[in-house]
């Protein structure tokens, strides 16, 4: 059984991929062996029905996993909308049971298994005939822990703040919080970092400038 942690972020374009890849390329550089899965991923581009630019492609390239993108996703489209809306475009319907089954198909290959959610922690995947099924409900279903992606700038402890009370009044639990798009030189920014451990009481286990290629966690996140 591998140890999980599941991605989410304060919002859409946050950099959920861009950090889920520097993690899992330093847990990999470091010797663990470490995975990856995108349940649901939207605004891909494909060629015969083969991923040829998305953002499992992007982490599997840059972590060096091996392993076929395709093989680290359950559902993908080509729209970029959210999850819900673009499998009911496509007259689909998002299965968990088969999102479970192949997170755990997966997973038998790794000891840690990092998760990429799509949007933000209140996406929806299920809104049909009175269901509202969240990705929320799904890293429950997981049973995982959360990392919680935040900016780093301007309105930050706003969206960071709403995202860890959601999380907690769900019964999910965070092991951290990591700041991209960090400016070390900010004193804005720098406060932000203060205010944000302090108003929550949770860590920020990093900080990520703009187009660092490496991570420095600050303690392990993949707790059992």
């Not at 470490?34 to 972590?63: I, R, W």
């Not at 840690?112 to 995947?125: F, Q, S």
């Not at 990591?178 to 720098?190: T, Y």
Request: with cysteine; aromatic share 8%.
């Amino acid at each position: 059984m591998s140890k999980n942690i599941f991605i989410t972020a304060t919002g859409t374009d946050v950099g959920k991929t861009y950090i889920s890849a520097l993690i899992v390329k330093k847990m990999r550089e470091e010797g663990y062996n470490c995975g990856y899965f995108k349940p649901v991923l939207s605004g891909v581009e494909h060629q015969n029905g083969k991923l040829m630019v998305s953002d499992c492609n992007y982490v599997v390239d840059t972590a060096k996993i091996p392993a076929n993108a395709d093989d680290c996703v359950s559902y993908w489209w080509q729209e970029a909308v959210s999850p819900h809306l673009a499998a009911e475009r496509m007259n689909e319907e998002i299965k968990i049971e088969k999102i479970r089954k192949d997170f755990e198909e997966a997973s038998k290959k790794y000891d840690y298994m990092l998760i990429e959610g799509a949007g933000g922690i209140t996406c929806p995947l299920r809104l049909q005939n009175g269901e509202k099924y969240l990705l929320k409900d799904l890293i429950k279903e997981l049973g995982a822990s959360v990392i919680i992606v935040a900016d780093g700038g301007l309105g930050t402890i706003n969206s960071t703040l709403l995202t860890v009370e959601y999380a907690r009044n769900n019964g999910i639990k965070i092991n951290g919080i990591i700041l991209n798009n960090f400016n070390p030189e900010s004193f804005m920014q720098q406060d932000n970092l203060k205010q944000i451990e302090y108003l929550t009481g949770i860590k920020v286990v990093a900080t990520v400038e703009k187009g660092q290629k490496d991570i420095k966690l600050l303690e392990n996140l993949f707790e059992v």
